[in-house]
């Protein structure tokens, strides 16, 4: 039952990862059936993203109340039916108003199941289930590109990924028992956290080094949702690729991630948490400066989607299996749900941000602005290693 429970939640993580590349893959076509500009990608990014802040900030109250696995079964069949929206949408204003629950979607699932594996799991562990969110996030750009190279077009692409949700919905509410399976042999451990109480976001900013966490969650969100939601338009616009063979390389940047996080999963215990971070915040330098290297080739640049995607791969499950031990696992539920809120805060303002720059000045800043959020996340997460290290953990 126990094996069958994690499966579970492998499968979980796949439903998170499937829909977060499919804008990005699709924008340089869904455009131009909406007659909209470039940088009105990152307005549409910014309804999604802005969701899961408040999931994410009501993330323990919401656990708490209907358990991970209910949670988690609502969750994946809100973004089916918002997936599905976006295939039927006929305007702007349609898309905008189907990725709220496309975003509600996302927050409280994320922040429960990552809790949850922080606490009863290694850091191997954690980087394989995230493995498995980009397994999701690579599936879905090759779903998009081969629906436009048939010419079913995008919409096709959205109600495929959103079959698929559905399925997965299925799954999870029918292993609805087996999550109470494990709560009744944890019933003990549960009822004394649930009796403790609620830290809130105030009580978790005094904690001594949270500030830093949130700092270092929003840049990295904002390198790794910037890097796959203008991938695709950075190679058509500047590059001059197709866009069907955009879609098909931006998806090399998720490829990254995944087979990253899945070879992190065999060094992550010998290594720690701490210098995979560092390794990955120096890959993702690297990969930045692929991507700059004005050549007559793509070959650089398309190494560079993937070396970036290397480096993305080991910081996000690192600092979230780094968090029971930095502040206290009786902390680590509270913090953990305002660390995936800077996240998609991050997620939400920064891809916008670029579309204005991108529209005003110019879309090669575009591994510029990589570059910026990549330091800022290695000076956050080294001034929390200073400040464990002072404190003698």
């Known amino acids: 039952m126990v094996s069958l429970l994690i499966a579970i939640i492998y499968l979980a993580f796949i439903s998170l990862g499937l829909p977060d590349s499919l804008l990005g893959s699709a924008w340089p076509v869904m455009r131009l059936n909406f007659n909209a500009s470039i940088s009105f990608a990152g307005v549409i990014s910014m309804f999604i993203a802005g969701g899961p802040i408040v999931s994410s900030l009501l993330s323990e109250r919401v656990t708490r109340k209907f358990g991970a696995g209910l949670v988690t079964a609502v969750s994946v069949a809100m973004t089916a039916v918002a997936l599905f929206g976006f295939s039927v949408a006929s305007s702007l204003f349609m898309l905008c108003l189907w990725a709220i629950p496309y975003g509600l979607g996302a927050g409280a699932v994320d922040s429960a199941l990552n809790n949850y594996v922080a606490l009863h799991y290694s850091s191997r562990h954690m980087s394989w289930l995230h493995c498995f969110w980009g397994v999701g996030a690579s599936i879905s750009p090759y779903i998009m590109s081969a629906c ?65 966490i949130l700092l270092a969650f929003f840049a990295y969100c904002a390198a790794e949702s910037t890097c796959g939601l203008w991938a695709s338009t950075y190679l058509v616009e500047y590059r001059q690729v197709a866009a069907d063979t955009a879609a098909q390389f931006a998806s090399l940047f998720y490829l990254g991630i995944t087979f990253g996080r899945f070879l992190n999963g065999f060094v992550a215990d010998r290594l720690g948490d701490r210098n995979l971070i560092r390794i990955g915040c120096s890959v993702m330098l690297l990969g930045a400066a692929l991507i700059l290297l004005p050549l007559q080739t793509n070959t650089l640049a398309l190494a560079g989607l993937i070396v970036f995607g290397l480096g993305c791969a ?45 529209h005003h000045i110019a879309i090669t800043v575009y591994p510029f602005y990589l570059a910026l959020f990549a330091m800022l996340l290695f000076i956050m997460t080294e001034k929390i290693n200073r400040l464990q290290q002072n404190q003698g953990r």
Not at 151 to 177: D, E, H, K, M, N
Not at 322 to 348: H, K, V
């Open 148 to 212: 436009l190279t048939r010419g079913l077009g995008w919409q096709a692409g959205y109600r495929t990924v959103s079959i698929l949700q559905v399925v997965l919905t299925a799954i999870l509410f029918f292993s609805l028992p087996l999550w109470k399976i494990k709560a009744t042999k944890t019933r003990g451990a549960a009822d004394e956290k649930n009796a403790a109480p609620l830290l809130g976001v105030m009580g978790a900013l005094k904690i001594p080094g949270v500030p830093y």
């Open 314 to 358: 080991p910081v996000y499950p690192s600092v979230i299996h780094a968090t029971p031990s930095n502040f206290g696992a009786e902390n680590s539920q509270a913090i953990i749900g305002i660390q995936m809120a800077s996240a998609y805060t991050g997620s939400t303002l920064m891809p916008p941000l670029f579309g204005l720059i991108a």
